[in-house]
């Protein structure tokens, strides 16, 4: 077997030999190993492989998206499915499946409120209905502008990304999203893939207050409205379980819930979970749901 490794934020380990041709990407931030499997089957040798690079890295979990013909294989290495992400693959869903090698490690205390999201989030829309939304600025940035905000930003505010990648040569698009004074901003982001349509959406700082609220929203349906554009069919975002205001952003702006990852994110010292939000913006065929 020989392993390729790049030392990147997220570092790419090419694992390959005569029957096995895996993408492991490092993320030393939340402790993270997520697999991109390039050939099917094998899986003895897949469990050798990854169990190893596991052991070396000190890793907390490793995850994979795939097909469902796939799923009963990688259960049979111990991953359990976690949740689903719908048109993945344009005209197939993915499949988060994963494992958690390090169960031990300390946990926060946070958990999923479906009930407190679900009323955050019609209170949110209708807030947003009532205000006939708010008027902001859209700008398109660079990751190093995108980057800089999040420096530059006061102590108090909760960011939520560094901007990693999530795969393997997505393209990148950052929007920054301010009210005309000025007095609120994000950035909201988005990783995607042309060949398969479907783009990982991210949420620099945690809303907060209503303002912060609603320069979110309106940031998020002004990208998801380019990513329509380009031809993407399915977005995803994940969210800290701790984080209500955010996960009702996501269900205020038509996103589903569709999975629950455990231990995904390392906050601190502690690991804690993330919800999986869905939203499909079109069909295969060309039809807009947006």
């Known amino acids: 077997m020989a392993v390729e490794e790049k030392g990147e934020a997220v570092e790419e380990l090419m694992v390959r030999s005569e029957h096995v041709f895996m993408c492991l990407l490092r993320?030393?931030?939340?402790?993270?190993?997520?697999?991109?499997?390039?050939?099917?089957?094998?899986?003895?040798?897949?469990?050798?492989?990854?169990?190893?690079?596991?052991?070396?890295?000190?890793?907390?979990?490793?995850?994979?998206?795939?097909?469902?013909?796939?799923?009963?294989?990688?259960?049979?290495?111990?991953?359990?499915?976690?949740?689903?992400?719908?048109?993945?693959?344009?005209?197939?869903?993915?499949?988060?499946?994963?494992?958690?090698?390090?169960?031990?490690?300390?946990?926060?205390?946070?958990?999923?409120?479906?009930?407190?999201?679900?009323?955050?989030?019609?209170?949110?829309?209708?807030?947003?209905?009532?205000?006939?939304?708010?008027?902001?600025?859209?700008?398109v940035v660079e990751i190093e502008n995108a980057l800089e905000i999040r420096r530059r930003a006061s102590k108090d505010r909760l960011r939520l990304t560094a901007f990693d990648p999530f795969g393997r040569h997505g393209d990148r698009l950052f929007l920054?999203?301010?009210?005309?004074?000025?007095?609120?901003?994000?950035?909201?982001?988005?990783?995607?893939?042309?060949?398969f349509g479907n783009a990982h959406v991210s949420v620099l700082f945690a809303p907060q207050s209503a303002g912060e609220l609603a320069v979110a929203h309106a940031g998020l349906e002004q990208l998801l409205a380019v990513l329509l554009d380009k031809g993407v069919v399915s977005t995803f975002a994940f969210a800290r379980v701790d984080q209500e205001n955010l996960n009702a952003l996501y269900s205020a702006t038509g996103f589903r819930r569709t999975g629950l990852?455990?231990?995904?994110?390392?906050?601190?010292?502690?690991?804690?979970?993330?919800?999986?939000?869905?939203?499909?913006?079109?069909?295969?065929?060309?039809?807009?749901?947006?």
């Open 261 to 290: 990852l455990r231990h995904q994110a390392r906050n601190g010292t502690c690991y804690v979970d993330e919800v999986l939000w869905s939203r499909k913006l079109a069909n295969p065929g060309g039809t807009e749901e947006l």
């Open 27 to 139: 993320n030393r931030r939340h402790n993270h190993i997520r697999v991109i499997d390039f050939r099917t089957g094998n899986f003895p040798m897949k469990k050798t492989f990854v169990n190893g690079i596991v052991e070396r890295e000190g890793a907390h979990k490793v995850f994979t998206l795939i097909e469902r013909d796939e799923v009963s294989g990688w259960q049979r290495l111990g991953f359990v499915k976690e949740g689903t992400i719908p048109g993945f693959y344009k005209r197939s869903d993915a499949y988060v499946m994963s494992k958690l090698y390090d169960d031990g490690s300390p946990v926060s205390d946070g958990v999923y409120d479906d009930k407190g999201v679900i009323q955050t989030a019609k209170k949110l829309g209708k807030e947003l209905a009532e205000s006939n939304a708010l008027v902001c600025r859209m700008k």
């Open 176 to 195: 920054h999203a301010t009210t005309r004074k000025g007095g609120q901003e994000n950035v909201i982001s988005a990783e995607y893939q042309d060949c």
